[in-house]
């Protein structure tokens, strides 16, 4: 699993930075997620709102596995997120694989992540 995992993960990375130009790292797709998930254009954003959007991304992602549902938006349009599960507690390598596994299935469901044959 992890093997697929690592090959998936690849090829993601490849096709991020074929579309964009550079190299994607987690806090760069989490930051991409995040302004998805609010469905505005991109625009600058001060480093507090930088924050939230990498927050909303993480809470978007760990509602794929039932940890957060998604409370309401406010009156600016921004999701906000109630934990309905406790995290679980794991080393700094296991959550980011973790992370990577749901960004994975985000690009998935989202129709980004395109699978080669």
């Known amino acids: 699993m992890e093997a697929d995992l690592a090959s ?3 090829l993601l990375e490849r096709q991020l930075e074929e579309r964009f130009g550079k190299a994607m790292t987690v806090e760069s797709l989490l930051f991409l997620i995040g302004i998805r998930e609010l469905g505005i254009r991109p625009r600058p954003f001060t480093k507090e709102e930088k924050t939230d959007l990498m927050h909303i991304a993480v809470c978007r ?4 596995a ?6 309401h938006r406010d ?3 921004w999701p906000h997120w109630k934990l309905i599960k406790a ?3 794991t080393d700094m390598l296991s959550q980011q694989m973790l992370l990577r596994e ?3 299935t985000y ?3 989202e129709g980004v992540f395109e699978e080669e044959s």
């Not at 992602?61 to 794929?64: A, F, R, V």
């Not at 039932?66 to 409370?71: A, D, K, N």
């Open 8 to 10: 998936r993960w690849k």
């Open 87 to 89: 995290l679980p507690h």
């Open 107 to 109: 690009f998935d469901e």
């Open 61 to 64: 992602l760990l509602s794929q």
């Open 66 to 71: 039932g940890y957060y549902q998604l409370s």
């Open 102 to 104: 749901h960004i994975l």
């Open 75 to 77: 009156q600016e349009g």
